[in-house]
């Protein structure tokens, strides 16, 4: 199992709505608004890094009202 932690800005007022489409997302286990640097914080999973990086390219950085975002893969040792 491979998980990260996607921080994103999103448009100004878009928060609420793309938690909420966020939270649809297979493998998404959390979505949270915050306040600082960055917007939302998704942590996520999937079953290989090749379908991880297709739901975080494809599914949450291409989502409306996502303008960026910074992955941080989770390492287990």
Do not use: C, P
Not at 23 to 45: F, T
């Amino acid at each position: 199992m491979i998980s990260a932690v996607v921080l994103l800005n999103t448009n100004s007022g878009s928060q609420d709505k793309v938690v909420e489409n966020l939270k649809l997302v297979e493998g998404v286990e959390e979505a949270h608004a915050l306040y600082g640097v960055y917007d939302l914080m998704v942590k996520m999973h999937a079953l290989s890094l090749e379908k991880l990086k297709d739901v975080i390219r494809f599914r949450i950085k291409q989502g409306a009202g996502v303008t960026s975002s910074l992955t941080l893969m989770i390492v287990d040792n």
